[in-house]
């Protein structure tokens, strides 16, 4: 006859089958969440590609004095490419391709291989900081470009707010919606990037449970 203690060795250790079933379910959850967001920085980098051939830049001149009023507009988008609201203008004197729409590009790029690799699950940790990486880089190049709208600190916008001082017009310097819309699409790319991050670590945790 086997005493008490003896029996309390014995016994398996008791586990709780709605524990079990409900941890599981978490980690589907989980999975499928961090899937999802995986496979989603695909469609935002090809947005941030499209974007780059908005408006970035807006560039308004005006005529001061008795005969004051807009005179026209240019519009530049990520690449640098220049157009106007009017048939015939005048030459722009220092006018250049820009870096900021193809240094978005190839964020975008590595924004997309990233949400493929990881929505294909291969390399699932490198591609998921690397997606992070990348999603700020493209927050970086975005700011830079709207200060140096904004404070007239490149050459090309530097040389034309002088020149037209010269000729006695007031320019005016915008930031264009495509460039803000490069921002908003910026952290979303980062909030989607770090979410896919958290949820495997949340993965990681419950399979520890398990």
């Not at 004051?68 to 106007?84: D, E, K, P, V």
């Not at 980062?190 to 896919?196: E, F, H, S, T």
């Not at 949340?202 to 449970?209: E, F, G, H, K, Q």
Request: glycine share 10%.
């Amino acid at each position: 006859m086997k005493d008490e203690g003896s029996t309390r060795k014995d016994a398996a250790p008791q586990v709780d089958p709605d524990s079990t079933t409900v941890a599981a379910d978490d980690e589907q959850v989980a999975t499928a969440g961090r899937n999802i967001g995986s496979w989603l920085l695909v469609p935002v980098a090809l947005i941030m590609v499209l974007l780059c051939r908005g408006q970035w830049a807006v560039i308004a001149f005006h005529l001061n004095g008795v005969f004051s009023g807009n005179l026209f507009h240019i519009y530049l988008n990520g690449f640098g490419a220049l157009r106007t609201d009017v048939q015939d203008p005048p030459p722009v004197p220092g006018h250049a391709s820009s870096l900021g729409g193809w240094l978005v590009c190839i964020c975008a790029a590595v924004l997309l291989v990233a949400g493929a690799l990881r929505g294909l699950r291969r390399f699932s940790g490198p591609a998921g900081i690397t997606a992070v990486v990348a999603a700020l880089a493209q927050i970086a190049v975005v700011i830079y470009s709207a200060v140096v709208v904004n404070s007239q600190s490149g050459g090309f916008y530097s040389k034309l707010a002088s020149n037209a001082k010269a000729s006695g017009i007031t320019v005016t310097f915008s930031v264009g919606w495509a460039l803000w819309m490069e921002l908003l699409v910026g952290f979303l790319a980062l909030a989607l990037a770090v979410g896919v991050l958290v949820r495997e670590r949340n993965a990681d945790v419950l399979r520890i449970r398990l």
